[in-house]
């Protein structure tokens, strides 16, 4: 008889273990659905919130105000008149100096000194 009873407890023990297992795995699940059908339902008043709000119109301080006046019409900038090349300044003096002296010591050629002498005179 104490084999039976050693064999019983071993069937007691395992089908109390698997009860609370059965137990625990059953309340997670409905658990879980309750929480999913929660879920469905915030979803769908949400939803329903959003298709009651009413759809603004643009503000109006955002549109450009209407003219008040008729703006005058100004007439387009004028290039600046080309000065008089009548004169030579203090400065075109100078370069043409300098030109001679480059020209003197062999550093220009002719052809370089009278196209650089032509800028300085032409502008």
Known sequence: ???RRVVGRAVVRTAAVGGVAYAAGHHMATKSAEQQYTDAQQNAQIEE???QQPVY???VYQ???PPM???QAYPPPQDPAPAPSGGITPDDIAQLKQLGQLHE???LTDAEFEAAKQKILGK
């Open 49 to 51: 919130m959003q298709q």
């Open 105 to 107: 010591s062999g550093i």
């Open 69 to 71: 006046y008729q703006q």
């Open 57 to 59: 119109q643009q503000p």
């Open 1 to 3: 008889m104490i084999r």
């Open 63 to 65: 549109q450009p105000p």
